[in-house]
């Protein structure tokens, strides 16, 4: 993922709606690709990941895409309820071996009732 | 995947003083490691915890400062030494491979006052 922003980037939505969030990767070698949510107080939670021989993974209510061409990734929330309200970080994974993670900036979601 | 505990939660601590956090996983793991996330960003990696040798650190992060030690495959504890306020952050232990998942413990919150 990109490195560190000052800010995170907030995306509000209404509650029922879906939601789609964005990150861009730097290396285009990296192999694997995280999701998770972090909650206030918390630690990341993983939500659902995908190879870089993969374009869409589909889980519960959650989607992500994989766009090698243009090094980006997508999050798509389906029907989102208040308990999505959270801060969404991208990972990405350059070597197996080390298993070293790169994040995302972040982007806040806000669910609007 | 794993389950990780770590502890303290959360701590308020004087400046020029030290804290040690500590991390328990349930089951033997090979790859473990130490991030910071600083208030309102991502993570950032610390260093890489290895198991009966010293700890690789990565760059703008060093030894005398976070201090990390690794006496088997289900426990880590990560050092903030002399601590100044721009050390407070919230810091949280990892293991990472494809066997047990790329799991988050619940996160250190340290503030230095």
């Known amino acids: 993922g990109e490195s560190v922003g000052l800010h995170l980037p907030t995306l509000s939505v209404q509650e029922g709606d879906n939601s789609i969030i964005n990150c861009a990767y730097s290396?285009?070698?990296?192999?694997?690709f995280i999701w998770y949510k972090q909650e206030s107080g918390k630690g990341p939670q993983f939500i659902i990941d995908i190879r870089s021989n993969m374009d869409k993974r589909q889980g519960q209510r959650v989607t992500v895409l994989l766009n090698k061409t243009v090094k980006h990734l997508s999050l798509q929330i389906a029907a989102t309820q208040p308990g999505d309200s959270a801060v969404y970080f991208c990972?990405?994974?350059?070597?197996?071996?080390?298993?070293?993670?790169?994040f995302g900036t972040g982007t806040r979601l806000t669910i609007i009732p | 995947s794993a389950v990780i505990s770590q502890k303290p939660s959360r701590d308020i601590c004087q400046r020029g003083t030290s804290l040690t956090i500590q991390c328990q996983v349930d089951?033997?793991?090979?790859?473990m490691f130490w991030y910071r996330q600083q208030p309102g960003q991502s993570l950032t990696l610390i260093a890489t915890a290895n198991q009966g040798s010293e700890a690789t650190y990565e760059s703008g992060f060093v030894i005398d400062k976070f201090p990390i030690s690794r006496p088997n495959l289900t426990f880590s504890t990560l050092t903030v030494s002399n601590m100044s306020p721009e050390d407070s952050s919230i810091y949280l232990c990892?293991?990472?491979?494809?066997?047990?998942?790329?799991?988050f413990g619940s996160g250190t919150r340290l503030t230095v006052v």
């Open positions: 290396n285009s070698a990296s192999d694997y």
């Open positions: 990892s293991v990472a491979g494809f066997n047990y998942g790329y799991t």
């Open positions: 089951s033997q793991v090979t790859m």
């Open positions: 990972a990405d994974l350059f070597n197996f071996g080390n298993e070293k993670l790169t």
